[in-house]
T-cell receptor
Framework: DADVTQTPRNRITKTGKRIMLECSQTKGHDRMYWYRQDPGLGLRLIYYSFDVKDINKGEISDGYSVSRQAQAKFSLSLESAIPNQTALYFC???????????FGPGTRLTVT | GNSVTQMEGPVTLSEEAFLTINCTYTATGYPSLFWYVQYPGEGLQLLLKATKADDKGSNKGFEATYRKETTSFHLEKGSVQVSDSAVYFCALMGDSSYKLIFGSGTRLLVRP
């Protein structure tokens, strides 16, 4: 079984709709992250969480919100989706600062 | 601020050719450096890392040496295979940071 899972894997939604992307991990890591990947831009950090009560904005948090329901679960929400949020979204986890991050398989989101 | 620059792709090689993907960085202090690989339809996987100057990371025939004097971390492989076709990301993490800063990625295509 995969250590970091994301659901759904693909989603098409319409402008203005609310959508939630979910991430679960079995690695026992405290730190979890949400990134988006756009062609030619690499990965950019949206939000990160160091534990259930510690949530922080990344470099591109506008238009997104997150919820850390448990150590193992970290959800990303788009309150009112817009077309320029069409991207590949990745969840990642890490044990502690300075350690490598482990990525989920990604969610491909298309906003029409 | 910290940043990573890597060569634009795609890089197209024949099987058994020598591979170099250039990566340079800008950072204060002593960052850790990483190469991640993304195979088609999958998330990112850590390929190798180096945490201090002159360290050499290696894995699956790939190598990269942390060169502080040239602020570089070039990825090399002596003989590529078709199965190495993927997108390769160079990344850094600052010495007092949680954040991974990614380059824009380089697509490698290896032809039989």
């Amino acid at each position: 079984d995969a250590d970091v899972t994301q659901t759904p894997r693909n989603r098409i939604t319409k402008t203005g709709k609310r959508i939630m992307l979910e991430c679960s991990q079995t690695k026992g890591h405290d730190r979890m992250y949400w990134y988006r990947q756009d062609p030619g831009l690499g990965l950019r950090l949206i939000y990160y969480s160091f534990d259930v009560k510690d949530i922080n904005k990344g470099e591109i948090s506008d238009g997104y919100s997150v919820s850390r329901q448990a150590q193992a679960k970290f959800s990303l929400s788009l309150e009112s989706a817009i077309p320029n949020q069409t991207a590949l979204y990745f969840c990642a986890t890490s044990h502690s600062p300075g350690h490598e991050q482990y990525f989920g398989p990604g969610t491909r989101l298309t906003v029409t | 601020g910290n940043s990573v620059t890597q060569m634009e792709g795609p890089v197209t090689l024949s099987e058994e050719a020598f591979l170099t993907i250039n990566c340079t960085y800008t950072a204060t202090g002593y960052p850790s450096l990483f190469w991640y690989v993304q195979y088609p339809g999958e998330g990112l996987q850590l390929l190798l890392k180096a945490t201090k100057a002159d360290d050499k990371g290696s894995n699956k025939g790939f190598e990269a040496t942390y060169r502080k004097e040239t602020t570089s971390f070039h990825l090399e492989k002596g003989s590529v295979q078709v199965s190495d076709s993927a997108v390769y990301f160079c990344a850094l993490m600052g010495d007092s940071s949680y954040k991974l800063i990614f380059g824009s990625g380089t697509r490698l295509l290896v032809r039989p």
